[in-house]
């Protein structure tokens, strides 16, 4: 059975107007797509005490020169979340975290929203990582 938490997060989702193209309440989550803001198979899990927010933007590559400083760099200047590695899957991702017990619309679609900015400021720096170096198998 699903906490309390998962029905308030999918009416904030849809409140929003984001498309949620798929759920499961097992493991209370969902997945979020909206192509004009850069969102791509966002996943919103709710892991109370926090909501958490992850997008794989990337491959990390095979020779990555100084990705990991820019990173850095772009993590200073964002809203909300950073950009993080998954040293297993080998993946950059965008991860923010949020208190759900207090959650609203506000924070949510600023966290949203948050990572829309930080792709179209940074999405063709990023890709170029990918185009000059094979990313990793």
């Known amino acids: 059975m699903p906490s309390?938490?998962?029905?308030?997060?999918?009416?904030?989702?849809?409140?929003?107007?984001?498309?949620?193209?798929?759920?499961?309440?097992?493991?209370?989550?969902f997945i979020?797509?909206?192509?004009d803001s850069g969102i791509n198979n966002l996943i919103v899990d709710c892991e109370d005490p926090l909501l958490v927010l992850e997008q794989i933007i990337m491959p990390i590559p095979q020779e990555p020169g100084n990705l990991f400083r820019r990173l850095l760099q772009m993590n200073r200047l964002l809203v909300h979340g950073a950009f993080v590695l998954d040293e297993e899957t080998q993946t950059i991702l965008f991860r923010d975290t949020l208190?759900?017990?207090?959650?609203?619309?506000?924070?949510?679609?600023?966290?949203?929203?948050?990572?829309?900015?930080?792709?179209?400021?940074?999405a063709g720096e990023l890709l170029s990582y990918t185009k000059s170096k094979r990313a990793l198998q």
């Open 4 to 29: 309390e938490y998962f029905g308030k997060v999918k009416s904030l989702l849809l409140d929003l107007d984001h498309a949620i193209t798929h759920e499961d309440e097992g493991q209370e989550l």
């Open 32 to 35: 979020v797509n909206d192509e």
């Open 99 to 122: 208190r759900i017990e207090n959650l609203d619309s506000n924070e949510l679609e600023g966290s949203i929203e948050a990572l829309s900015l930080a792709l179209a400021e940074n």
